[in-house]
T-cell receptor, first 112, second 110 residues
Framework: ETGVTQSPTHLIKTRGQQVTLRCSSQ?????VSWYQQALGQGPQFIFQ???????GRGNFPPRFSGLQFPNYSSELNVNALELDDSALYLC???????????FGSGTRLTVV | ELKVEQNPLFLSMQEGKNYTIYCNYS?????LYWYRQDPGKSLESLFV?????AVKQEGRLMASLDTKARLSTLHITAAVHDLSATYFC??????????FGTGTRLTIIP
């Protein structure tokens, strides 16, 4: 059984640029959620995807967008990067009919 | 506004001692999760508590849930250095997301 894989592991971007982060779900999972974790804070929910559609969204602006693909992998796109976007981005996969979440190892994004 | 509060935020304890981390939440939660995070790493699932009175134990860690008091606890028994990490509780409030607490940074001192 494969776990959740995220890429890249680290990324440095300049303010104003765009970034795409990727996540491969655990085998058998059909739902993907993305979280942003600023340094010293708990993770904050960005959005969730189920059946390739957004299925819930947190308090993040529209420049945060996502996709889910037929194989349940997912992308998180952030446009017009701001310094405050610097954080660890975590992807979690799950099954809609179960309670468990499996988190990936995260992507550390630094915006300079 | 949904809130999940943990205390203490920081905890230093000696090896061999017992302690409890508290997690209070502001509204009814369908379930309560506990996670462990090592520095720079992802979240490791520890427990999922699904009903009032639920108690789960794994090694030196035991978690409980009181839905009437909106309180969950994570009890550490006879702490060892390997338990040093940040511990998060998270509630699921039926809106497809986990709401995390601020975390408790636990340091075990030899």
């Amino acid at each position: 059984e494969t776990g959740v894989t995220q890429s890249p592991t680290h990324l440095i971007k300049t303010r104003g640029q765009q970034v795409t982060l990727r996540c491969s779900s655990q085998s058998g999972h059909n739902t993907v959620s993305w979280y942003q974790q600023a340094l010293g804070q708990g993770p904050q929910f960005i959005f969730q995807y189920y059946r390739e559609e957004e299925n819930g969204r947190g308090n993040f602006p529209p420049r945060f967008s996502g996709l889910q693909f037929p194989n349940y992998s997912s992308e998180l796109n952030v446009n017009a990067l701001e310094l405050d976007d610097s954080a660890l981005y975590l992807c979690a996969s799950s099954r809609m009919d179960s309670y468990g979440y499996t988190f990936g190892s995260g992507t550390r994004l630094t915006v300079v | 506004e949904l809130k999940v509060e943990q205390n203490p935020l920081f905890l230093s304890m000696q090896e061999g001692k017992n302690y409890t981390i508290y997690c209070n939440y502001s509204t009814t939660s369908d379930r309560l999760y506990w996670y462990r995070q090592d520095p720079g790493k992802s979240l490791e699932s520890l427990f999922v508590l699904l009903s009032n009175g639920a108690v789960k134990q794994e090694g030196r860690l035991m978690a409980s849930l009181d839905t009437k008091a909106r309180l969950s606890t994570l009890h550490i028994t006879a702490a060892v250095h390997d338990l040093s990490a940040t511990y998060f509780c998270a509630g699921f409030f039926g809106n497809e997301k986990l709401t995390f607490g601020t975390g408790t940074r636990l340091t075990i001192i030899p």
